[in-house]
């Protein structure tokens, strides 16, 4: 155990024989925790988002008996508290509406309470995030623990993945290729084991983002979440935070500008989902990190997709783990003088490159080698134009090839109920070669900006055969999704954005080579068009009912802002509150 660079947070509650003292002590006395626990040792937050409405988070009760095993033989002591919990499965309209509000939750918690580091317990899509955010305003030794992936799922004696799967038969029973009872059959065998995602979703990408960022120890992202090696690194995790409390190794220390500069280069080696440019800016802006879309083309673009998952590629998050996991691409990245910064700080007190150095690769279909890549160039591609004047998003290695240069005629849904309503009409007026325009489906709009961006297409065009088309929104979608799907364009419609002003007719020309979004429409008429309306109109309304809704409208910044609310940007530090009594 390192030697302790300074005093105790906790000991503010727990150090003293005053009246304060007493009362802190006392009250904690009461769940059976003996005297010799509050002298001098580092009191550990397990801040834990297990729910039972968090499918995937759900077996986080077990989890943390392990990490407080750890944390105990360390010699620590560990007290677990709940925070919200924002599953992606069920909460609506979206469980980015909530991320900000767990992330204050977080921060508070953290802020107010007796403790001198935190163990993060993360998971489902939002929770990873949110829990970074607000432990990143804190400032206090942090280490991340992950849910882990689900095992594969199962259909017609085949492997299916979540989410994926989904986005695929449902197409398919639209376009008369299967039955809804295939379709039905399917769903059991879907999620049949605790944990997130097995794709690549953003749950598994947002895992490799906070390895790769340096917050979790190795392996941390793709153990299977009933593998036992999963509780072992839980265990482990314990261990290390107790160390990380003696060492002083804080947030700010790891979470510097290269360590997200090297996030940036493994979203594009894995093929991670667009919702990691929303989440690491927000993550950034709270540690005080200048991060822009500009460095997502600059650290981003060139480097392959070499992990073949769906839905990018083939395989499953099982496979990843045992081809080598997020280790052994770092490795792959690294030895091709890839990796950008190698000698950035970790958890474990290593920097990057010791960690993965040596570290075993078993699979070279799963995790493919740099020149037999499944994307040659998967970095995220930002494009802009008078359509996206700060900028939209697209993910290369889920797009087609041929779609990535694009001009064709906007076929618009003013919003997500439009589109609902008229996809499926069978007069509906749109051709092969359309484009397919969402609007007010952004943070605004859609008070979240759900993932509604990968917008099935029209029947009678699935009929054809035809399965992609090029289709652009303010909403996000899903990192289980796939398609020629250009999401985040900011400014939203319902913050005035370009986009409220397209008309179904309007010619849009897309080049991902050279970042052009473009509606072929003059800079007189597009101002003409929004002046004639007021597309803030209805997102107004909606904040005027109250509630956090309409703290949420009123604050949010745009996606190329990370989402984050105005005035949480920031570290606030964790200087110790005023006395309660």
């Known amino acids: 155990m390192g030697q302790r660079q300074r005093p105790l947070r ?145 259909h017609k004696g085949k492997d299916i993945g979540s989410g994926t799967v989904v986005w695929q038969l449902s197409e398919q029973v639209k376009a008369g290729e299967i039955s809804m009872h295939d379709f039905m059959a399917a769903e059991a065998g879907m999620s049949r084991s605790a944990g997130t995602c097995n794709t690549m979703g953003t749950a598994s990408t947002m895992a490799c983002m906070a390895e790769a960022l340096g917050t979790s120890l190795p392996h941390n992202a793709a153990i299977p979440a009933v593998d036992s090696r999963r509780y072992v690194l839980a265990h482990l995790s314990g261990n290390r935070i107790v160390e990380m409390v003696n060492e002083d190794l804080r947030l700010s220390k790891i979470l510097t500008k290269e360590a997200f500069d090297n ?32 460095d997502w083309s600059r650290v981003g673009r060139g480097t392959p997709t070499v992990v073949d998952l769906q839905p990018s590629g083939r395989f499953l998050m099982e496979e990843f783990y045992y081809a080598g996991g997020l280790p052994a691409v770092l490795k792959r990245l690294g030895e091709a003088d890839r990796l950008p910064f190698k000698d ?129 929104s303010d909403a996000r979608m899903s990192g289980t999704a796939y398609g020629t799907v250009v999401l985040h364009v900011a400014p939203e419609a319902a913050a005035g954005g370009p986009l409220a002003a397209v008309r179904n007719g309007d010619w849009i020309e897309l080049d991902c080579e050279s970042g052009r979004l473009h509606l072929e429409v003059s800079d007189e008429e597009l101002a003409s068009r929004l002046a004639e309306s007021d597309p803030t109109a209805a997102s107004t309304l909606i904040a005027s009912q109250g509630g956090y809704r309409q703290l949420y409208i009123e604050r949010v910044l745009q996606a190329d802002e990370g989402c984050d609310f105005d005035f949480l940007v920031g570290c606030r530090g964790s200087d110790v509150p005023r006395h309660s009594h």
């Open 263 to 294: 996030a940036i280069r493994t979203n594009a080696a894995i093929g991670g989902s667009t919702n990691a440019v929303i989440h690491l800016k927000a993550i950034a802006g709270r540690i005080g990190v200048d991060l822009t879309l500009d």
């Open 10 to 154: 906790s000991a503010e509650w727990f150090g003293t024989a005053d009246k304060n003292g007493f009362m802190y002590r006392s009250w904690m006395k009461n769940q059976g925790i003996p005297d010799h626990e509050f002298q001098g040792k580092p009191i550990i937050g397990i801040c834990n988002t297990w729910s039972e409405l968090t499918p995937c988070n759900a077996h986080f009760r077990k989890l943390a008996e392990h990490v407080k095993q750890g944390i105990l033989e360390a010699g620590g002591y560990p007290v677990e508290f709940p925070v919200f919990s924002n599953g992606e499965s069920n909460l609506r309209p979206t469980a980015m509406f909530t991320r900000n509000l767990a992330s204050m939750d977080v921060e508070e918690a953290i802020r107010g309470n007796p403790m001198d580091g935190v163990v993060l317990l993360v998971g489902c899509d939002k929770t990873t995030p949110a829990l970074l955010m607000g432990a990143a305003s804190c400032d206090i030794p942090t280490i991340v623990v992950t849910g882990g992936p689900m095992l594969n799922g199962k």
């Open 344 to 472: 950035a700080l970790t958890v474990n007190g290593k920097t990057l490159w010791e960690n993965v150095q040596d570290a075993p690769l078993y699979n070279d279909e799963v995790i493919r080698k740099l020149d037999n890549p499944l994307t040659a160039d998967g970095g995220i591609c930002v494009v802009r134009g008078n359509l996206a004047p700060n900028g939209a998003v697209l993910k290369p290695s889920a797009a087609t090839a041929e779609l990535m240069q694009h001009r064709g005629r906007a076929v618009v849904f003013e919003d997500f109920d439009d589109y609902k309503a008229r996809i499926n009409d069978p007069d509906l007026d749109v051709e092969a070669n359309d484009i397919l325009v969402m609007k007010h489906c952004g943070p605004r709009g859609y008070h979240g900006m759900a993932e509604v961006g990968n917008m099935g297409l029209p029947p009678k065009i699935l009929a054809q055969g035809i399965t992609d088309m090029v289709r652009i």
